[in-house]
């Protein structure tokens, strides 16, 4: 018999998703309107589907390239370049199983039993819960917070690195706050590093999620060729297709067997159909990321032009991504909360206790929806807020 004591103690004490316990709550209800995960209510763009469709049409369906149809690896380096306004070469991409299994191969490869990793939070669980797994011990950095808006103390965050810290994660713009580091921020993150002797993965994968601009301020734009960086990213946000599940590695060239080798030994590769639509997203998918951030923009101003005139929601509007991350006066046991807002209000969003000892007072509900479901899930949290009081 298989039982508990013969699984590893990371395996075993790996923690419940605080995101999937609301999700499997609320899944099934009628009536819920979904702010819980981190996606959109749009489907796929149906030119996407085609090219993978047609792809299985043609009959790729074998093994493929371990590190991605050279096709996406040209579309990524040319779309990458264009966004950077850099000359960033096909040999820095390596096409992965979501963006989740891109950071578990930056793990893999950087961190195990012994070994430290710092992550600035409150941020996503799954990037310390994935240290976890590898035998990596995990260091939170908290940003600090007042009156709704976020920032990083860069002393605190230099204080935090040891002798044993190999890793240091950067998630900007942030998943859950909006957080979104400047150049000089990033430049004094970067500084830090380099000190340190440490290796940055950065998750940039709401870049195109930001208010201020076509894209974020990104690494790219103060790294060096020899600095060292693991860039993170995904196809689920820009363009729809979180249930895909593809993702990409850019890396220097120097990292290639490694990283194909670990992917070799993962998941053997990404389907070929599944990269031809990559492909085309690439390609023909910017009309459709430019009206997803626009809309994005407009659901994030009503969802939070709503809550904070009842006067007892603490939420300044996010400069990326697309969350909104917020405080109800009176509230302190937010998981609990969380359900009985499932209930009684028909509105899913995730309690912050999901992202970490910071996030404990906080909510945070995905505003990445139709424009009337926005509108209609604030006002009913607004009015569940009124009978709190």
Same mark, same amino acid.
């Given at each position: 018999m298989l039982d508990l004591t013969r699984l590893r103690r990371e395996a075993v004490e790996a923690p419940e998703s605080g995101?999937?316990?609301?999700?499997?709550?609320?899944?099934g209800k009628e009536g819920i309107i979904p702010m819980w995960a981190g996606e959109g209510d749009l489907a796929t763009p149906q030119f996407i589907a085609d090219a993978a469709?047609?792809?299985?049409?043609? *009959?790729?369906?074998?093994?493929?390239?371990?590190?991605?149809?050279?096709?996406?690896?040209?579309?990524?380096?040319?779309?990458?370049?264009?966004?950077?306004?850099?000359?960033?070469?096909?040999?820095?991409?390596f096409v992965t199983g979501s963006g989740m299994h891109a950071i578990q191969i930056a793990l893999m490869a950087l961190a195990g039993a012994g070994d430290e990793v710092v992550f600035i939070g409150p941020t996503w669980p799954n990037f310390a819960a994935a240290a976890g797994l590898m035998g990596a011990a995990t260091r939170e950095?908290?940003?600090?917070?007042?009156?709704g808006s976020w920032s990083?103390?860069? %002393?605190?965050?230099?204080?935090?690195?040891?002798?044993?810290?190999?890793?240091?994660?950067?998630n900007s713009p942030s998943n859950p706050t909006g957080w979104t580091a400047s150049r000089e921020t990033l430049s004094g993150i970067l500084k830090i590093a380099r000190e340190a002797g440490i290796v940055i993965i950065a998750d940039e994968i709401y870049a195109?999620?930001?208010?201020? *601009?076509?894209?974020?301020?990104?690494?790219? %734009?103060?790294?060096?060729s020899h600095d060292a960086i693991i860039f993170v990213n995904?196809?689920?946000?820009?363009?729809?297709?979180?249930?895909?599940?593809?993702g990409w590695i850019e890396a220097s060239p120097a990292l290639g067997q490694v990283v194909e080798n670990l992917i070799q030994y993962s998941n053997s590769g990404v389907a070929a159909f599944m990269q031809r639509g990559a492909i085309a997203a690439l390609k023909r998918g910017e009309e459709f990321v430019e009206n997803q951030v626009a809309r994005a923009e407009t659901a994030r101003d009503i969802f *939070?032009?709503?809550?904070?005139?009842?006067?007892?929601?603490e939420l300044s509007p996010p400069d990326g991504a697309f969350y909104a991350f917020f405080k109800i006066d009176g509230i302190t046991d937010t998981k609990t909360a969380a359900f009985r807002i499932v209930d009684e209000a028909k509105v899913a969003i995730a309690p912050g206790t999901a992202f970490g000892p910071q996030g404990k007072p906080f909510f945070?509900?995905?505003?990445?929806?139709?424009?009337?479901?926005?509108?209609?899930?604030?006002?009913?949290?607004?009015?569940?807020i009124g009978y709190q009081v």
């Open positions: 995101i999937v316990a609301v999700v499997n709550h609320a899944r469709a047609e792809s299985l049409k043609a *009959g790729e369906t074998f093994y493929t390239w371990q590190r991605g149809l050279p096709e996406l690896r040209e579309a990524l380096s040319q779309y990458t370049s264009r966004l950077y306004g850099q000359n960033l070469e096909p040999n820095r991409f950095v908290s940003l600090d917070s007042e009156n990083l103390d860069l %002393d605190k965050l230099k204080t935090a690195i040891t002798e044993k810290t190999r890793v240091l994660f950067v195109r999620f930001y208010y201020e *601009g076509q894209r974020a301020p990104s690494f790219h %734009d103060v790294m060096a995904s196809f689920s946000k820009n363009w729809a297709m979180t249930g895909w599940r593809i *939070g032009d709503i809550l904070t005139a009842t006067n007892k929601v945070r509900a995905c505003f990445h929806r139709r424009l009337d479901e926005v509108e209609a899930a604030a006002h009913r949290l607004a009015e569940w």
